[in-house]
């Protein structure tokens, strides 16, 4: 405890640069060895699991959505994070557009597989005989190349316009996150006892962001900042919520459009094949037709690839799940436990050390067997409250004597982490009796013979310390004044 800034209340100077969460109770915890803090910790183990889990559903869910994008397949069904209701059977489809609507990806493969065995069992037939129905096909796939080509701008002006959409509902869901937040702040200041006045005068309209011209008067609050705060969470769900359509909107243009130009490509493709049939040799092999059979082919193993992969990524999910209901539901048990048996012992032990020398010290402001020990925060408090406003400035003295002598002796006897080392920087702080100060000395005493170090500095009289001590085991090294009780080696 040094002097300048140690004795200011009971557990001042704690050190937070290192970014422990709740570090004077953390650090309680760990001078006392309590299972409290195996629980803590295993709680953020826990914690920290589950967001690793959540971070790679969200990488698998990502890495399914894009593979199905370029294969033109739509995976509904698949949540942004994992939840207890997941169940890949009930909820994920995979659907294609079959061009006149979305169907199932099984279906689809079966019937490319159908249709190319139709294809397989019918004899090629040479140039010079298909002749005629290669011109007759040209022509049409020329016409429904014209169609598909208008329908793919189309469906690109769709998507565009549905990213727009989405944009600007993200834009929105900002805006009214940051309004909330303000509104949150300035109810917390009221509640915190603030007069002042949170409105302002708006010179644009608070919900278009128009400008607004001179003489133009709105109401700055028209509700009250609690009626604010309601409204705008509710607007939030209903953005959010919008929010989440116009994404699986996006997602939906985005599958029709690469299914569209992959269906372009196939199109050119045959469209070229049927022209160089055209320029062929009449006794050669319908080129036109083996192109066709190997484009049903490449589109089934295509098909075929991408929903083993997607299935074999949802198996992923599945096991993710599990393990993500689990860490749930152990988190869950963890944050509903209670101190053990050894904790509360612990505390009782802090709260008779406590209560005894607050007696041996003269505490009068209050009655010290009213003293109790919070097992929220490990620091004595009186019928709930935190102690130090209604104490005399002497007795506060006394409960952090109290207090660090308490945890050293609870530590030695439960076999904890304190490192039996107490150092005071005068001690005797506003004054303190003279009786007081003399428990003091002899509680220290008591200690250093059960194994501890106490070392008191002070500017106390040497023959009035030197009374005080009498009859107590102790070690007395007096400094003259102007010299310094640390000097550099070798002085």
Not at 150 to 174: F, H
Not at 263 to 291: C, F, G, Y
Not at 357 to 371: M, N, T, V, W
Not at 462 to 470: I, N, Q, R, T
Request: net charge negative; glycine share 6%; charged share 30%.
């Amino acid at each position: 405890m040094e002097q300048k800034h140690g004795w200011s209340g009971v557990q001042a100077r704690i050190p937070t640069y290192l970014g422990i969460q709740d570090v004077s109770k953390r650090s309680a915890e760990f001078i006392l060895s309590m299972d409290a803090m195996d629980m803590i910790l295993e709680t953020q183990r826990v914690e920290s699991a589950i967001s690793m889990l959540e971070a790679d559903w969200k990488a698998s869910e990502h890495g399914i959505s894009d593979l199905a994008s370029r294969a033109g397949v739509l995976v509904r069904g698949i949540p942004k994070k994992p939840t207890n209701t997941w169940r890949r059977d009930e909820l994920v489809s995979l659907e294609v557009d079959s061009g006149s609507g979305w169907v199932a990806l099984d279906e689809e493969i079966d019937r490319l597989v159908r249709e190319l065995e139709s294809r397989q069992v019918q004899p090629v037939a040479s140039v010079g005989e298909a002749a005629p129905g290669i011109e007759e096909a040209l022509s049409l796939n020329l016409d429904q190349a014209t169609h598909l080509n208008i329908a793919l701008s189309s469906a690109i002006g769709d998507l565009e316009q549905a990213k727009r959409q989405a944009t600007s509902l993200e834009l929105r869901i900002e805006a009214l996150e940051e309004d909330l937040r303000k509104h949150k702040d300035a109810s917390l200041l009221r509640s915190l006892g603030s007069f002042d006045d949170f409105t302002e005068s708006f010179s644009s309209c608070p919900t278009c962001g128009q400008k607004l011209p001179d003489g133009f008067e709105i109401t700055d609050y028209p509700l009250t900042i609690e009626d604010n705060i309601a409204h705008l969470d509710k607007e939030l769900t209903t953005f959010r919520a919008m929010a989440g359509d116009a994404e699986r909107v996006v997602q939906i243009g985005q599958v029709r459009v690469n299914r569209l130009r992959e269906e372009m490509d196939n199109l050119r493709a045959a469209i070229r094949s049927q022209k160089d049939a055209l320029v062929s040799p009449s006794a050669l092999p319908n080129p036109a037709m083996l192109a066709e059979r190997l484009r049903l082919e490449e589109r089934v193993a295509a098909l075929r690839n991408v929903r083993d992969s997607i299935d074999s990524s949802i198996e992923e999910l599945d096991s993710l799940a599990a393990t993500w209901r689990r860490n749930k539901e152990n988190l869950a048990s963890l944050r509903r436990r209670e101190l053990s048996f050894t904790d509360e012992a612990k505390i009782s032990s802090l709260r008779s050390s406590l209560s005894s020398q607050l007696s041996a010290y003269g505490f009068r402001s209050l009655e010290p067997d009213s003293i109790d020990i919070s097992k929220k925060t490990y620091r004595p408090v009186h019928e709930g409250f935190d102690l130090g406003f209604d104490l005399s400035a002497s007795d506060m003295i006394r409960v952090i004597w109290a207090y660090l002598f308490s945890y050293m002796e609870v530590s030695r006897e439960f076999g904890a982490n304190h490192p039996q080392l107490l150092i005071f920087d005068e001690p005797r702080q506003q004054e303190a009796a003279r009786p007081s100060f003399q428990q003091l000395l002899r509680r220290a005493a008591e200690n250093g013979a059960a194994g501890s170090q106490i070392i008191f500095a002070t500017s106390e009289e040497e023959d009035d310390l030197a009374s005080m001590l009498a009859g107590l085991p102790h070690r007395i090294k007096s400094v003259p004044r102007g010299e310094k009780l640390i000097r550099p080696i070798g002085l």
